[in-house]
């Protein structure tokens, strides 16, 4: 299984927008992506609902997992991106 620890660089976090285009862009792939932050439980990168549960702010790591490599190198750029410039 992969994974990539990255720091969150939207300006407000994973709100609404950037956690919108994080599902789209997990929804494309066949395999389970999962986004944690230090201490808590795993979520599915394929919901917006569960990726603003995570609360991540912006300077926060979220590490992403999947058995598909490209899956979790594209999720760990769109993390690593301000998805609300």
């Known amino acids: 299984m992969a994974s990539k620890t990255v720091?969150?660089?939207s300006a407000e976090g994973l709100?609404?927008?950037?956690?919108?285009?994080?599902?789209e862009a997990?929804?494309?792939?066949?395999?389970d992506i999962e986004l944690s932050t230090a201490g808590e439980?795993?979520?599915?990168?394929a919901s917006s609902m569960m990726i603003m549960a995570l609360g991540a702010e912006k300077g926060v790591e979220v590490t992403v997992t999947s058995d598909d490599d490209a899956a979790v190198e594209e999720i760990a750029?769109?993390?690593?991106?301000?998805l609300d410039a």
């Open 77 to 82: 750029k769109l993390l690593e991106t301000d």
């Open 41 to 45: 439980d795993p979520v599915d990168a």
């Open 15 to 23: 709100h609404a927008r950037p956690a919108g285009l994080i599902a």
């Open 26 to 31: 997990a929804e494309k792939y066949d395999t």
């Open 7 to 9: 720091i969150v660089a």
